[in-house]
């Protein structure tokens, strides 16, 4: 149980950088507060002990704003920011890593029994006011986008928005794996270097990260093929060894620069 609300905590300053201490994200996280409730309710749902799991839940909506279903399966390192408003209901299943904004509703279309609410898989963000309606499935690392109206699968890795939600990016997982483990091997920041990233800046940055993995990997071929013919290259590539102080400073300007983007604009607002 501790090792789970260790986890909780972690993922809470990994995803808001407005969470400064432990103490202060135990204290004042009603998502955090409304998950912990439901991990007892739903293991009293399971248990068949289902009039007290419904009546906890019920306080626990008092205490925090946010409506969750006993019987919804949650996967780990679940967020729910600001919390305000969030409903899940009974049937939903949400994966590991997911972000909810407030005003968010996991909803039903139907009145029959059984499964009628989404599932949601790996690292799914939600925005605020966003409504995902019926037994529809969101795909891996998908995003959607505030006040979209979701009634249709969401493909993984997909940004969705608007009423009704339409797909408007749809980025290969791998895509932004490989660059991100290549900023991280350049000494770049990797915040801002998604494939699906407006900012023209971010997307050049991208677009070379894409053309070094590429020319990475031609040279790889390259020396491969020269030593099977009897030649001796590519033995020792170079290491590329920045300044311990030069990537110091370079992180610690990412981190000013991620903290004036979020004073000027916080997406759960």
């Known amino acids: 149980m501790f090792a789970g609300i260790k986890e909780d905590i972690k993922s809470v300053f990994e995803r808001d950088p407005a969470a400064r201490s432990t103490f202060e994200v135990l204290t004042n996280y009603p998502g955090l507060h409304a998950i912990w409730w439901h991990r007892l309710n739903h293991k009293l749902w399971r248990a068949n002990v289902k009039w007290l799991a419904r009546f906890l839940s019920t306080i626990a909506r008092w205490l925090t704003g946010v409506e969750i279903h006993p019987g919804a399966k949650i996967g780990r390192r679940f967020f729910i920011d600001h919390g305000m ?137 390259l020396c491969s093929s020269v030593n099977s013919l009897g030649g001796n290259v590519c033995a020792e590539m170079p290491e590329l060894d920045l300044p311990e102080e030069d990537f110091k400073r370079a992180e610690q300007q990412a981190a000013d620069q991620r903290r004036k983007e979020v004073e000027a604009f916080d997406p759960g607002i």
């Open 85 to 221: 408003g969030v409903v899940i209901g009974e049937t939903a299943e949400i994966g590991d890593d997911c972000t909810l904004y407030h005003g968010v509703t996991l909803g039903g279309t139907s009145w029959n029994p059984g499964k009628r609410h989404p599932t949601l898989a790996n690292g799914v963000v939600i925005g605020a006011g966003a409504k995902v309606l019926g037994p529809l499935q969101v795909g891996e690392n998908a995003r959607i986008g505030s006040n979209a109206v979701v009634v249709k699968d969401v493909p993984a890795g997909a940004t969705v928005v608007g009423i009704p939600g339409r797909v408007v990016a749809k980025v290969a997982a791998e895509v932004s794996e490989q660059r991100q483990h290549l900023a991280k091997k350049f000494g770049f920041d990797a915040y801002a270097v998604s494939a699906d990233n407006p900012d023209p800046v971010a997307s050049a940055i991208g677009t070379l990260l894409d053309h070094i993995h590429l020319l990475d990997n031609k040279v790889a071929e």
